[in-house]
Structures are given as C-alpha cells and as structure tokens.
C-alpha cells in the first residue's frame, strides 16, 4: 500500500467506474474518473477504485489509489467493500453503470451494513431523476414545465396514455443508458412494439408528448453544500429534438438564443440543482420552442456525463476535477479553477470561440443496420472542433471525425436525389443528414425550404451557407482565371481577400485544391502532383501572411491573464496570445482523434503514458488531438495542449509556431500513423521507428518479401484483380479464404468464404473486381490459435515482448478476441518459436519502439499474419497485467534511450490476466450481432485471478455476460463445434436450469444421452425460439453460427438480434462458450474462496524513470 | 458585398482596420470590452455605455437579431434598456445581417444606422480585450474611410472626434438623466426612481411587483418628492463628475427612508456617505462576475458593467461591506449598520445576464413595506 503522507488513515473512499466502454457510455467516464481521482488524493483519502476496464488512464496503480478490476455488480462490489472497509463511496464519475451499482448497493442495504457513507447527491435524488413519474412530479412542484408524459407498466396503459396525449409521442426507457429503448410512435403498432421493448429491460417506460421540430438545449450546472450553484456553460443542438443528444451536432455556447432565452433556461437549471439538492455535477436538457420561447425539461442527469465531458473541454472548466471537491465538501467559492490558476471555482466561463461536436458513427461496420437517427444513442465516439466562427469550428469538426474528408467542400457524388427524396432525407436525420442539407443548399434550395423541412435553425443554415458561398468563389476563380506560366504565380492570382475569407470560414488547402480543381476544365492543374499543388497553396499563403494565430481557451475571454496552455488556432484572428516561451525540447505527440470501433481509449492512455514520460525526463511535450471524451486532451496531461485537427496542414502549422519537428505519430493508433509518411515528406523527425520501418510494415508487398527473406511463414496471399484470377489462386489453396477489398467501399468489408456459394455472395457484392478496385485475398486457416506479441525494440534490437493468446481459435477479429496473458494451451516451443520470429522481423524492419505481431499457432508451427510498428491496443492490457508500463517504455526509446527494468517475463507473473470484449449490439438495431473478421465491439474489460477460469469469470461477468437464471439456449453449429459440446455439457446442466435447443443440436445431444427440449428455428410455427427468449424464458444463448449455410445465417441471425434485444447474455463463438461455461461452473467455489485482490503496480518507481528500479 | 473599410485608433497608437457596421460616422470613447455572450441589444441601448466603444469579446453578435427598435419609450418594451443607443460605437468580430429569431425584425447593422452608431466588424476582439487588460484602459477611435458625419454626443457635442473622448472627465450623466419627472404604475407605495440613466428593467422590476414608480431628473431635489424609498440608478461616466449630486443624496438620506443604490447609484451612495470611488484599470462588464456576502458562505453570479470601485478602507465606520467581488475582492456592495440604506455594484435586475440577485429588490421592497407600516 502507498504511504503517503497526505493519506490520513482509514480515509478510504470507494470510487465506482463506468466499465467497458459501449455506445452510450464511453471515454468521457475515464476523463471524469480521472480527474476525479486527481482531486480526491489531493484531499488525502487513499481511493478505491472498482473499474474493470483495464484500458483506461483512471485504472493505473499510481500511489494513493488501489485498482480492482471487478464488476461493477453489487456481489463483487461488496466484496471489496468487505475487505477494504471505505468510509466513503462515489458513485457520479462512472456514468449509468456506477449510478445503477451505487442505487443497487443503497437498495441491497449493503451501504448501511458496511457504514459506508455516500457522498454528493443522494441515493433518493438520484432514484427521483431516473424515475420518470416521481421525476416529473417533482418538476411540477418546483413549477418547472414537463411535457405532457404518462409512466406506464403495461402495454394496454401505454396505449391508452397516447391516445390521451395524442400521436405523435416518443417513449422512452427508465434506468437506461443512451436512450435504450426509446423512440417515435405515430400509431398505435409502432407503439406496441416500442413499449415491449422498453419494458423488456426496465419496469416502466413513460409516453411523451412528442417535440419534434423543437430546439434542444442542455446546461451544465455546479452545486456545493452552501447552495452556491453556477452553469458551467450550455450547448445547442444543430440538429432539434428528436435525435439523441449523443448523436446530435451540438454547439457551445448557444448561438441562436437570445438573453431572455439563455437566462429563462439558466435560472430552471440553478432551480433545479438547488431544490434537488444536487451536489456536485448536473446536466439539465431542455426543449425550447422556435416559435414561442415556450420550453419544458426533458431530463436531468445527476451526474458526470458524456456532456459534461464536452463541456469541460468545450469551456475549459474541468468539470469533473471541481465536482469531485465539491462532492468532498469543498466550496466552489474557496477553489480556485486549475485550468486558469486565477479565476475561482464560482465563477462561469465566458467563451470567446465557438465548439462544434460531431459524432462518429461506424454504422457502415455492421451489416444491415438502420441508420436513421433517434432517440436511441448509435455514435462510437466524437470530436470537437474549436473556431472563432461557426463555419470554421464545424469544418474543422468534419475533418477531425473522418480523416478522409477534407471539409465539407467536397460535393457528395452519392447525392442525386429527386425533390421527394431529397425532402425525406433533409427531414428524417441520418449520420449524413448534414452533408444533404450542404448539397441541397449547392442545388439552390433555400434556407427557408431547409429549415421548414428540417426545423434545423436557420443560423445555422445561413452558416452553413456561408460555405457554399465561399466554395462557388474558389470554383469561380479557378475557372475565370487564365492559364499562368507556374503554380505559383496562378496561386498568387487568387486576390488576398478572397484567400483569407476561404480559410477563414475553415476550408483547409487541400479542400482549396479540390475545388480549384473542379472549376479548371484544362489540365493545367491536373499536370501537377497533388503534393507540389498542397506545398504551392502553402507556400503561397505563408508568403502572402495568410497562417493562422494560437488562442488559448481561459475561461475568461482574456479578462484576465492566465497561464493556461489549452491552445486551438483559428483563421479568424490577427494576433497570437502570448505564450512563455523556454528553451526546453519540445516534441509533438499525435493523439488518436475520435474514438471508433477498432481505435479507443487504449491509444489515449499510450498517448498520455508517453506525454509523462517525456515531461518526466524534462522534455516539453505538446499533445494534438480532437477528442473531447479523452484523457490526453485534459489541462494537466501534456506540457501544452492543442486541441486541433489530426491533419499534416495542421500539424505543420503547430510544429512551425512551437518551433519543433520531432514527432511521434505511434503512441496514438492507425490514423497518426498513417499520417507518417506525409510528414516523413514534410521532413519532421519521427520519433521511434523510421519511415521506412512504418512503411515497409505497412505494405503488404514489403512485407511479405521480407518475411520470405527471413523465412518465416505466413498465410497465402494474393492482390486480384480479375474472378479468373481469384478462382485460380483459390484451387491452389483451397478454401476457405479471406477476401478484403484494398479500397474504401461502405459495408464491403472483410469476409471469409468457406465454400463456392459464400464466395460468389461476395463476388456479387464487389461488382467491379478490376485492375482498379482489387481485392486481397488470402488463405484462411481454420482450426489455428490466435496469438499477439506486444514488445518494444531498440535499434533493430527486441528489448521486451510478451505473448497474449486467444480464446477464440482464429477467425475472430483481435478486438473482440477474448485474450489471455500468460498464454495457457501454448508449447514451449511455439513460444520459442514466435519470440524468435520476432527477434528476425525486428531486425529485418529494424523496428526501434513500440510493436505489435500477430502470429497464428497450428500443429506447433507458426505463420505471421501482421506486424504493426507501433503501439497495439493491448499495451495497457499487457503492461498492467505485466507490470511494465510500455508506453513510458517506448518513450525512453523515442527519446534514445534504452529501458532498463524490462527483464521481467510471464513465467513470474502470481496471476492470470483475461480481456473480454464489450460490445454495443444492443443500440444498433438492425445489426447482426455476431463475431468475425471485422471488429465489432465498442470496448473491453481486462481482469485479473489466480486461475485462467477466475480471471475468465470475472471478465465475463464484467463485460454482462450473465449467469443463465431462467434458461438456457443452445444452438451449437456444424458438427465439428457440437462435439465441443460435450465437454462442457455437465457443467452446463449443474446451472440447474431448462436447457432449450434447436432443433439439430437437441438431436444430436440426444444421441448422446443428454436430454434438452427441442425448439423450432425462427418461423417455423409457435413456441418457437424467438417467443422464447421474447416471454422471458431464455435469458442464456448460444448461438454458433455455421459459417456456410445463408439459410441458417438468416435464421441465426433472427436469433441473435432477438437475444440482444430483449437483454439476454449471447455467445456465438464455439471456443469463447466452452471457456466461458466452464468458468461460470465454478462460479460458486471461485466467489466463496476468491480472495479479492487489487491490480498490483507498476514496477517502475512510479515516476516513470527505468533507471533507478 | 464590400463594405466601407473603418480604422480602429487606439490611445495607444495602435490601428487596426475592419469593416462598417452601422452608420458611416466618426466617433470616439472610452474604449472597454464586455465578456458577455448574449445581450447586445440590452448592452447597446444601456445608458451606462454613453461615451464608451464596446467591445464584444465573443465573435459572433447579432445572431437573434433585435425586436423592431420601441416606439414609445413609455411602453418599456422588453429587451431593450432604454430608446437610444448609447454607446458611442460598437467593435465585433462577426455581425449577421439577416433576422432569423421569431420575437425580432431587425438586424444589429440596421438598429446602429437607424441610431447613427458607428460600428466595425472584423476586428480580432481577443486581441483588443488583452490590449485594454494590459494597458489597464484605452481610448480609441472609430474612422470609417468615408465618414458622413460625427457621432453625437449631445451637449458634449462640443467635443470633436479629433481628441479621444473621455466620459470620465465630463458629466455624463445630465445627458441620459430624463428631462422630465414621470410616474408609472399605481400602488401604495410609491418608489422615487433618481435617473442617472437607469435601465428600464429596474423599473419593470419594480412595477412587476406592483409599486408605483417615479422616475427623476439627476438634480432634481429631495425635498420635492413624496415617496416612501428611493432608488438611485445606474448610469454612466465618473461619479465624482457629478455636481452636487452627493449633497442631495446626503439630504435625502436624512429622511430615513430606505435606498437602493445600483452601479453608479451605489458609488454616488457612497460618496455621499464619505468613502472614496475610484477609478479601476478596466473595469468589471458582463455576465459572469461572482460576489460573495460578507461574512458567509454564499454567493451569486452578477451581470456588471463599471469602472470606479469603492476604495479599501475609506468606507466610514458605520457602513458594513456587503458583498464582495470573488475573483478580486474588490467591494461590490455596502450597507448602513442602522439605517435601511444599501447599494450594490452589480445589476439585480440583469437584462442581459443572470438574474441570480433579483432577491435584492424582494428584499428591499419588502422592507419598504415594512419600512412605510411603522
């Protein structure tokens, strides 16, 4: 235990997490987490923090905190308590999940039992917000206007309730996340189904009166014991009400309200914080009407939230840093804002800039899903753009959320819709609603016309006009202006002006290229290379003063002088604030932008690791990244923050004013690293592993001649560009093989084709296999283990690995694998093996820093499938459950040192550690929610025991698989996976419950003496499987999808989405089942004898130095 | 749509070019910023701007537009502070020239023509927010490349627009006091309004709960008025460039009826008490000033627009502070120790900004209530 001595004793306070990250509750819970903790050490309480995700900065073993990488479940949640003994708990920085686990505890009467005391607002404040009645009568108390709302346990109530309200309603979900559950009915059938579902998972679902066209404004309000309450800031929403705030376009501050308005809503949300007696943190969301100035509560969120987040990043007040004092008695006007170091804790930002939240959606990842937005949370993660004009905050936005794009100038080619069509997409909002709305206004459609359609505020659209205006002029130039004899004096044509008026509004010089472009009919521009013509603009506009000025964000709109290094550039200003300035190396660490599927909060902790690192070794690190949920992006993180594009144009401009080229671009996943060769062009120093290390990884071609050169295996593999060729490379290796198209397709992702049938479904999908849309194709090796190697060289040289082993055999994407440290079913000669490989490749790329290899096990021989030269999203996995930090290990490297203390190895590890994905099926309606080839889940959880079945249970539970309890269901797959069965079946029977299967499996079952009920497949007359787990009678399935059989894949699939649906544990993988049974059996022993134990630290001494161990 | 170019002069010899907001005459002021990000139309038509060039430090103004400019000042019309725009010239990084919000009929561009006001947009106000903060105040010019004209000052019109106009050297407040006595509403009590240039939302506040309201010329003398309390408004300018002023305050104050004091109300208060008021390096405007009450833990958000303060310690002994400004200490309100006499620096009847103080006027008129019963 840490012994600080600041820690009083038996101060110990018990913080509740958020978990794995899923749709709905993300990143945003590690940066309140954090900051919370920041605070509560500073007040001296030793914290207890139960959070089984492993990925996040919040779950570090620093001095004064313990790390219990649990579930966030009452039963273990007592178990900590019962050892630790907190006096103390905090349940408002872990969103929904710590919310629901703190109520749960209150309720189970365990708080009481332990004499643990719960700070901030309390249980029965927090129970009246979620309850939508007791919720809405206490507003009508405090006469605050509710919309007319019915809760409702029943279907017949629910519809009786609407025909009162009338249609339209929305119905939403108590005690739910995101908006689970909740929707739009415009009669009584879509109300039915809406209300079967929402009951389904919750008690009572509550009738609405529909506001659909309303604006939608949120404040975020502070309160201490002392009542003194402020509003941090407030935020409006682009799009109205209607769709989720989550998958809103929201701005901050307000910009089409007037005072009246701004103060109306204020003075609601400090009434309400006060009467609630709300300590601490509060979000209050409102509905305004556009024509009235009428409003009405819609909810109110006691607790941290995913806007909060934004809002701490969007007003430079941190939130959740204050919140957590206050929640420990402080009072606001006693504290004093860190950020600014000058103004108090009582005091409201004034915003000198506006932000701009967009969120990314990776809808196009699952097959088949709806991608209408409602009042159901879909998005994966978000970005926030900061400008001192709305165009360019909201261009910037678009650049950040998808890195493909250039901005909103670029016409969508998809877009040819007749006036019907158009209307019906202006009006019902997808994730592309914005780029229709910019595309109608360049087909000539009014503002008026949108707006009436839309109900999108008409600022807003004039705005958004702005754009188009200023994209016709840089067409208008292109085409008017006559051929010059170079680039650069046709660029110096362009009237300064204009130039300045087009960055302004936030184009970006590649945007300014394309449009050039698309205005020239001659070639003059097309002769150029696209990276002379970037470098043109550039230069251009660097001679002419057209750059753009740092501005920090301070709180006070400079009132006062603050030292504050929270930076953003804007075009809409001439002068830069002042900065100290030292002579200390500075390097630019690159974050990981948005969080997505496939890219997370696990690059966010390597960026923050290695941002440390740098810091500690007295260097000047200067963090880039977009991402308002994240860690990294927070005050204290880095020497200096920009909060700004992920762009080479951008990252240009910081390094040029910072006066600095060295760069790390492998600490925050694929995108920075993609980002490496244009800045290896631009001549900046990468830090860690060369160009021509990251590129010859990176390419296949390279790549694979190496690995023959070294002689080390690797699966099959072939660029196709013709059905000829295909069919010839697949009778050389025979099926199955896994197809992935080399060029962005929407839904054609990879797949894997296991027979003729399958591969002619493909081959009809990617219409035009050609010379320029190939395909990549490669022999897929069933029946093979799956095994990572994370590890650090130095100069060519391998310093440290270690091997992480799936549970799943391969086939299953390594996110949502279910992964083991140390691996447990591995020879030690296939160890010997890979750890040689990767000796040979690290010195064939010579890597120097972090790397990741994945390999494939079969038979004792070994084939490498990838090698990425940089850090993996397992490095905070491996490093806790190893007890090196390896992104502080791969700094050392960058800054050319050699890591000293990773001498360690698996073979002394005291335990096991498991990572299990979290996935978000359950929001994404439509979606098959099945494992494959493409990444699919949202998130994980990383736990640690002394067996592999402990480690595995507790990461089950922690990522809601959930003991059967009503029934079983078993569906079991082709013949090979059924015989798996067996083995585990007599665990399965010791659950003590109905065991249900299909048909096949039941038989075959049968057959070997084990007696299940046989229910028909989906469609195949009453009491089928689906009314099953619809009535409650399952609320355990599995489902092994046989691979091959389209037929079954449907009905399977009908299964699958059914499960989810109505809340049932799912499981559709043959290996993952068998682990997870076998774990679950030995649930009642493991939960008796299981001596709870804390994540031990980081062997390093804590401040990151290697050297002194 | 090009737009006349205008040249921004600073005091300090700076110049920055932008373009016309408004009309195309020439003008100069006090040069000062508000932090406020809504509320321009009340910031614009509040009297104690008169002399004064604000800065807006958020960039984007106008975007709700502005109701049709109140016909009658009588009717009070909300939203606005007074019928005039009292600025001497308005300096914004963006304006918005369409009306878009249901409740207006006018843009920002439109009001300042109408009202010969001079504006520019297109101005790095960050920039000029930090200038004003590190030269602990400015003046400044407006010149439009084709001026038509001058910005009137009234009877300060004397005063060309060669010089930097300063209002802190002049009297400012005979030129927005009313001309003419008026009273408003009906009730039992009746409140005497002294009109240094007070906003309108203090008298709506006042006739909201149903008092009768006077409202005062600057000199007019006490003794003339039947009232049962008095309020001394905001208004513009130096509270020592008052006359006499302070005189009268101090014979009404021999009355023992009770006094409300806001913005320039409170300084003259007291002065005629016998502190001292001076002038602050840049001054306190918008919405998000906190102040905490003496001597407990309380405290509230206030919308403040003022540049003199009360000086530490020349507060005679039988005043108590009341309120006091969490950011810089500095004295944000005063109470008599005996008599029913307080004033506070902020606005509690906001417009624009948070109305978190408004519980000053229950108080007081509470007290004047109980005040008029004994």
């Known amino acids: 235990m840490a012994t600080n001595k600041g820690i009083a004793r038996n101060r110990k306070l018990l913080l509740l997490g958020s978990g794995g990250l899923s749709i709905g509750q993300a990143g945003e819970f590690d940066y309140s987490g954090t900051q919370a903790i920041k605070a509560i050490v500073e007040e001296g309480f030793e914290v207890l923090l139960v959070n089984p995700n492993i990925a996040t900065v919040q779950t570090n073993p620093i001095p004064g905190v313990k790390v219990f990488l649990y579930p966030l479940t009452s039963l273990w949640v007592e178990k900590v308590i019962d050892q630790e003994r907190p006096e103390f708990i905090v349940g408002s920085f872990g969103g929904q999940t710590a919310l629901n686990c703190l109520i749960e505890l209150e309720d189970q009467g365990i708080l009481a039992r332990y004499r643990v005391k719960n700070l901030g607002t309390s249980v029965n404040t927090l129970k009246m917000t979620e309850d939508r009645q007791k919720f809405a009568e206490q507003m009508l108390l405090l006469d605050i206007p509710i919309p007319p709302s019915v809760a409702c346990s029943t279907t017949q109530e629910a519809c009786l309730a609407a025909t009162k309200i009338s249609y339209p309603v929305i119905v939403r979900c108590a005690y739910a996340l995101g908006g689970l559950g909740s929707g739009f009915a415009d009669n009584e059938k879509e109300l039915i189904d809406l209300v079967n579902q929402g009951l389904s998972c919750s008690p009572q679902v509550l009738v609405e009166k529909s506001l659909k066209g309303w604006k939608e404004v949120e404040y975020e309000v502070m309160r201490d014991r002392d009542d003194n309450s402020i509003t941090i800031c407030n935020m409006e929403n682009f799009d109205p009400l209607g769709v989720h705030t989550g998958d809103s376009i929201v701005v901050t501050p307000s910009q089409s309200l007037t005072d009246d308005e701004y103060q109306k809503l204020r003075n609601a949300s400090l009434k309400i914080v006060q009467e609630l007696k709300i300590i601490g943190e509060c979000n209050a969301q409102y509905a305004l009407c556009p024509e009235t100035s009428e409003y009405y509560i819609i909810e109110v969120n006691a607790r941290l939230s995913r806007s909060s987040a934004l809002a701490s990043k969007a007003s430079g007040y941190p939130i959740a840093y204050i919140a957590a004092k206050v929640i420990l008695g402080s009072s606001l006007v006693a504290l004093k804002n860190p950020v600014t170091g000058i103004t108090s804790a009582f005091y409201e930002p004034a915003l000198d800039y506006v932000t701009v939240k967009i969120p990314r959606w990776d809808l196009n990842k699952f097959k088949s899903v709806s991608k209408s937005l409602g009042s159901t949370m879909k998005s994966v993660g978000e970005v926030m753009g900061i400008g001192r004009n709305f165009p360019e905050a909201l261009q910037k936005a678009v650049r950040m959320v998808n890195e493909d794009s250039t901005g909103l100038g670029k016409s969508l080619d998809f877009f040819d819709k007749d006036k019907e069509t158009l209307e019906e997409t202006l009006e019902n909002p997808t994730d592309n609603r914005l780029f229709y709305i910019l595309q109608a206004l360049r087909l000539g459609y009014s503002v008026e016309f949108i707006n009436k359609v839309s109900s999108v505020d008409k600022w807003f659209l004039s705005q958004l006009e702005r754009i ?34 087009w960055k302004k509004v936030g184009f970006s010089d590649n945007q300014i290229i394309n449009l050039l472009l698309e205005g020239r009919s001659d070639d003059f521009l097309k002769n150029q290379s696209r990276f002379e013509l970037e470098k043109a603009l550039r230069q251009t506009r660097k001679s002419r003063a057209i750059t753009p000025v740092v501005k920090k964000i301070d709180t006070t709109s400079s009132e006062y002088p603050s030292p504050s290094n929270y930076l953003y550039l804007t075009y809409d200003g001439d002068f830069h604030d002042h900065l100290e300035r030292d002579n200390k190396r500075s390097i630019l660490i690159l974050g990981g932008g948005a969080y997505r599927i496939g890219a997370s909060v696990e690059f966010d902790w390597c960026a923050v690791a290695c941002s440390e690192q740098i810091q500690a070794s007295g260097f000047k690190s200067i963090i880039i990244n977009c991402n308002p949920e994240t860690v990294s992006t927070d005050y204290n993180s880095s020497s200096s923050l920009f909060f700004e594009e992920l762009t080479v144009e951008r990252i240009l401009d910081i390094a040029e004013f910072e006066g600095t080229k060295e760069v790390v671009v492998s600490m925050g996943g694929q995108l920075p690293n993609k980002l490496a060769g244009s800045l290896h062009s631009y001549d900046f120093n990468l830090l860690g592993h060369s160009f021509s290390t990251i590129d010859m990884a990176e390419d296949r071609n390279k790549f694979s001649s190496l690995l023959d050169k070294i002689k080390i295996d690797q699966p099959r593999w072939a660029k196709i560009s013709s059905p000829e060729a295909l069919n010839h490379f697949i009778e050389e290796v025979g099926f199955p093989v896994l197809l992935r198209p080399s060029y962005v397709l929407s839904g054609a992702a990879m797949k894997v084709a296991y027979n003729k049938e399958s591969l002619d479904r493909y081959l009809d999908f990617v219409t035009d296999l050609s010379k320029d849309y190939p395909v990549v194709v490669s022999q897929f090796i069933s029946g093979a283990r799956e095994l990572d190697l994370d590890g650090i060289a130095k100069d060519g040289e391998v310093v440290f690995t270690i091997v992480s082993e799936h549970v799943e055999n391969a086939g299953i994407h390594s996110g949502d694998a279910t992964t083991v440290v140390p691996a447990q079913r591995l020879y030690v000669e296939t160890v010997r093996k890979i750890k040689r490989a990767a000796r040979q490749i690290a010195r064939g790329l010579k890597l120097n820093g972090p790397f990741n290899i994945q390999f494939l096990a079969k038979d004792n021989q070994i084939k490498v499938i990838e090698c990425n030269a940089r850090a993996a999203r397992s490095f905070p996995f491996v490093s806790k459950v190893c007890r090196i930090n390896l992104a502080k290990a791969s700094a050392e490297v960058f800054l050319g040192r050699l890591p000293l203390s990773l001498r360690h190895t698996e073979d002394e590890l005291q335990y096991v550690g498991v990572k299990a994905a979290m996935f978000s099926f359950s929001r994404l309606k439509g979606a098959d929610p099945v494992v494959g080839v493409e990444m699919a889940s949202t998130g994980e959880v990383g736990c640690i025991a002394e067996s592999f079945e402990g480690a595995m249970l507790l990461a089950m539970e922690a990522s809601r698989v959930k003991l059967p309890e009503k029934g079983i269901l078993i569906s079991a797959g082709d013949e090979k996976s059924k015989i798996k069965f067996l083995d585990i079946i007599d665990d399965i029977l010791a659950f003590h419950v109905p065991i249900y299967a299909t048909k096949g499996t039941s038989l075959f079952l049968e057959e070997r003496g084990v007696k299940t009920i046989s229910l028909p497949w989906p469609g195949e007359g009453n009491g089928n499987v689906i009314d099953y787990i619809k009535n409650g009678g399952i609320d355990f399935v599995i489902n092994i999808p046989k691979s091959s059989d389209l037929k079954e894949l449907t009905r399977g699939s009908q299964i699958r989405k059914t499960s989810v649906e109505f809340g049932c544990s799912l499981i559709t993988n043959v290996e993952k089942a068998v682990a997870c049974i076998k774990s679950f059996s030995q649930k009642g022993p493991f939960r008796l004898n299981h001596k709870i134990k804390n994540l031990p630290g980081f062997l390093d001494n804590h401040h990151g130095n290697f050297y002194e161990s | 749509m090009k737009k006349q170019s205008v040249t921004l002069e600073l005091s300090s010899g700076k110049k920055l070019v932008g373009s016309l907001l408004g009309a195309p005459v020439k003008s100069s002021g006090e040069l000062v910023f508000t932090t406020a990000m809504v509320g321009y139309t009340e910031a614009l038509s509040d009297p104690s701007y008169f002399g004064q060039i604000l800065v807006f430090a958020y960039p984007l103004i106008g975007n709700y537009g502005l109701p049709s400019p109140p016909k009658n000042r009588d009717l009070l019309e909300r939203q606005f502070e007074s019928q005039a725009v009292h600025a001497s010239g308005v300096i914004i990084s963006q304006a918005c020239y369409d009306v878009f919000h249901w409740t207006s009929g006018t843009t920002l561009d439109t009001w300042l023509k109408s009202k010969g006001v001079p504006g520019i947009v297109g101005l790095d106000t960050r920039y000029l927010v930090t200038q004003i903060r590190d030269h602990g105040g400015l003046f400044a010019k407006i010149l439009p490349s084709d001026a038509v004209g001058e910005r009137s000052l009234g009877d300060f019109n004397t005063v060309t627009h060669e010089d930097f106009f300063d209002p802190n050297q002049h009297p400012v407040v005979t030129e927005v006091s009313t001309k003419e006595r008026k009273v408003y509403g009906k009730g039992k009590y009746k409140i005497a309004v002294y009109d240094f240039g007070v906003k309108w939302n203090i008298l709506r506040s006042l006739l909201d709960k149903g008092f009768e309201i006077e409202v005062l010329p600057w000199q007019t003398d006490p003794s003339d008025v039947d009232c049962s309390a008095w309020i001394l408004s905001n208004g513009p300018g130096n509270p020592n460039q008052t006359f006499d002023t302070k005189d009268r305050i101090r014979k009404l104050m021999e009355q023992n009826k009770p006094i409300l004091g806001i913005c320039l109300g409170h300084q003259l208060l007291s002065l005629a008490a016998g502190a001292k008021v001076v002038h602050m390096s840049y001054g306190h405007r918008s919405h998000n000033q906190p102040v905490f009450v003496v001597g407990k833990k309380k405290a509230y958000i206030t919308s403040q627009n003022h540049s003199f303060k009360i000086e530490e310690g020349s507060l005679p002994e039988d005043w108590n502070v009341w309120f006091r400004n969490v950011n810089d200490n500095s004295i944000e309100g005063i109470q008599h120790q005996s008599l029913p006499f307080k004033s506070i620096q902020f606005h509690p009847e906001s417009s624009g900004g948070p109305r978190d103080t408004a519980w000053i006027f229950d108080e007081f008129l509470d007290g004047v209530k109980k005040h008029g019963n004994e």
């Open chain 1, 468 to 501: 188009v205006v200023n994209e016709n002029q840089i067409k208008d130039f292109s085409r008017k202006a006559s051929v010059q004899k170079d680039i650069f004096s046709f660029l110096s044509s362009i009237p300064q002006d204009d130039l300045k008026s």
